[in-house]
T-cell receptor, first 114, second 112 residues
Framework: DGGITQSPKYLFRKEGQNVTLSCEQN?????MYWYRQDPGQGLRLIYY???????QKGDIAEGYSVSREKKESFPLTVTSAQKNPTAFYLC?????????????FGQGTRLTVV | KQEVTQIPAALSVPEGENLVLNCSFT??????LQWFRQDPGKGLTSLLL?????REQTSGRLNASLDKSSGRSTLYIAASQPGDSATYLC???????????FGGGTRLMVKP
């Protein structure tokens, strides 16, 4: 059953702590994305990666870091430099260009600072 | 920079009504447009995808249209049901097909 899996579903972070959100896909998609969603708002792009070992900053990359060592995996680290990390985080994937290019999303991780 | 706007922000209708959700975008150089559904606390489910060369797509009671030159799309929901209650998001993909820009969503409530 193909899809995108995000874990954990809920995550709590203490002040000054780094936390890592997992995103795995078995759709054989080339590109993966991280979005942040705040209550009542649309999605804002944090980082994206079009191929392994390459990634680009989105609109709100400050305080976040990513890696893309494998095609299937695109973890997001929320660092202590991110001053307002409480939000809903969504991971997506697609294969850009040359065809259907439909984006698929995971079920999200809700991060709360305690 | 691409900007996507959805109107209205919230909508409440009685069951059985037909309704239209609107999406507009500022840069017509898009690869495609997608409509998504989001239930509270959940991820996004893709409803319809319209390629830039297409005018509309249909799936069941849903019909999405695209007027690329005017920067507009509509999502038509026929015979609405309480189970349709959710937030509906539209997103446009840039010409390279590698980045989606989202609207703020329309929160739909269908009352029994």
């Amino acid at each position: 059953d193909g899809g995108i899996t995000q874990s954990p579903k809920y995550l709590f972070r203490k002040e000054g702590q780094n936390v890592t959100l997992s995103c795995e896909q078995n759709l054989n998609h080339d590109a993966m994305y991280w979005y942040r969603q705040d209550p009542g708002q649309g999605l804002r792009l944090i980082y994206y990666s079009q191929i392994v070992n390459d990634f680009q900053k989105g609109d709100i990359a400050e305080g976040y870091s990513v890696s893309r060592e494998k095609k299937e995996s695109f973890p997001l680290t929320v660092t202590s430099a991110q001053k307002n990390p409480t939000a809903f985080y969504l991971c997506a994937s697609n294969t850009p260009g040359g065809g259907y290019t439909e984006a698929f999303f995971g079920q999200g991780t809700r991060l709360t600072v305690v | 920079k691409q900007e996507v706007t959805q109107i209205p922000a919230a909508l409440s209708v009685p069951e059985g009504e037909n309704l239209v959700l609107n999406c507009s975008f500022t840069d017509s150089a898009i690869y495609n447009l997608q409509w998504f559904r989001q239930d509270p606390g959940k991820g996004l489910t893709s409803l319809l995808l319209i390629q830039s060369s297409q005018r509309e797509q249909t799936s069941g009671r849903l019909n999405a249209s695209l007027d690329k030159s005017s920067g507009r799309s509509t999502l038509y929901i026929a015979a609405s049901q309480p189970g349709d209650s959710a937030t509906y998001l539209c997103a446009v993909t840039n010409n390279a097909g590698n980045m989606l820009t989202f609207g703020g969503g329309t929160r739909l409530m269908v009352k029994p």
